[in-house]
């Protein structure tokens, strides 16, 4: 099946920017895709400072474009993120939504992006931000697919969580930034893909070199092997690649390593 990644330019008018996704979704289902995902932080700037103006109860606003947009195209719709406020508190929030244009899965994004890095990097989500406290997968007649959103990827665990209940493609919307980017974005994707044996993308906004925040970009797919199959550059523009689940299966199958873990001496396990 055909995978659209949309690296979407982010403005800080949303209206625009639910337009422009929409737009770019649309574009996306005429070429074929049939799953299609948006970046992190689709429908407003990355930064603490923003996500309380533009966040959204789910439905909302934003998740009514996206539910409507996946049923008019047919797809499945990976919504990238948005602030979402619920109960008094703020998440960075996923939805995906069905060909029917019902919601199948919501993420809240588990790791909050909280780091250090002396003379180039200080970012704090927790200031604005709570974390989900759960995992996310959704069912598509091609496969099975687990979720995260950028931090999450870090977390090796999650991901073998998600190989472990069966899904074979992991999509993460994200926003690395010029220092995690170039040094880990393409390398955790491999990792995960080859320890899982799965299909992993990535969804990053495009770089705003005046943003508050500078995205990387390269919006990347990696095959069960570990190559990378399709990547953008910096740019707003739309990557497609085609998920092969017969390669999965041919990997899996050489390299057996998922039947061949020693369960008897480690396990990684879901708590809830």
Not at 26 to 34: C, N, P, Q, V
Not at 116 to 125: A, D, T, Y
Not at 248 to 257: F, H, K, S, T, V
């Amino acid at each position: 099946f055909r995978l659209a990644l949309i690296q979407l330019h982010v403005s800080a008018v949303k209206a625009d920017n639910l337009q422009r996704a929409c737009g770019l979704v649309r574009e996306a289902s005429a070429k074929g895709a049939k799953v299609v995902a948006l970046p992190e932080c689709f429908n407003s700037p990355y930064g603490t400072q923003y996500f309380k103006e533009y966040a959204e109860k789910i439905p909302g606003e934003s998740t009514h474009k996206l539910s409507e947009v996946a049923k008019e195209c047919s797809i499945y719709l990976i919504g990238g993120s948005i602030p979402e406020e619920d109960g008094g508190k703020l998440y960075n929030t996923c939805t995906v939504f069905g060909p029917d244009g019902a919601m199948l899965a919501k993420h809240r994004k588990v790791h909050l992006f909280d780091i250090n890095v002396p003379g180039k990097i200080q970012f704090k989500e927790s200031e604005t931000l709570s974390p989900g406290n759960s995992f996310s997968m959704f069912d598509t007649p091609y496969c099975k697919v687990g979720l995260g959103i950028c931090y999450d990827m870090r977390f090796a665990e999650m991901a073998q969580i998600y190989g472990q209940k069966g899904c074979q493609l992991l999509i993460y919307p994200g926003a690395f930034n010029l220092t995690t980017g170039p040094a880990h974005w393409e390398l955790l994707q491999r990792g995960r893909a080859v320890d899982n044996q799965v299909y992993v993308a990535t969804v990053s906004p495009a770089r705003d070199e005046k943003a508050s925040y500078v995205a990387w970009g390269h919006s990347t797919v990696v095959n069960p092997w570990g190559e990378v199959i399709a990547k953008a550059g910096a740019e707003e523009t739309v990557v497609y690649t085609d998920i092969d689940l017969k390669k999965l299966a041919e990997i899996r199958q050489q390299i057996p390593i998922l039947s061949q873990k020693r369960c008897d001496l480690y396990g990684v396990e879901m708590k809830k």
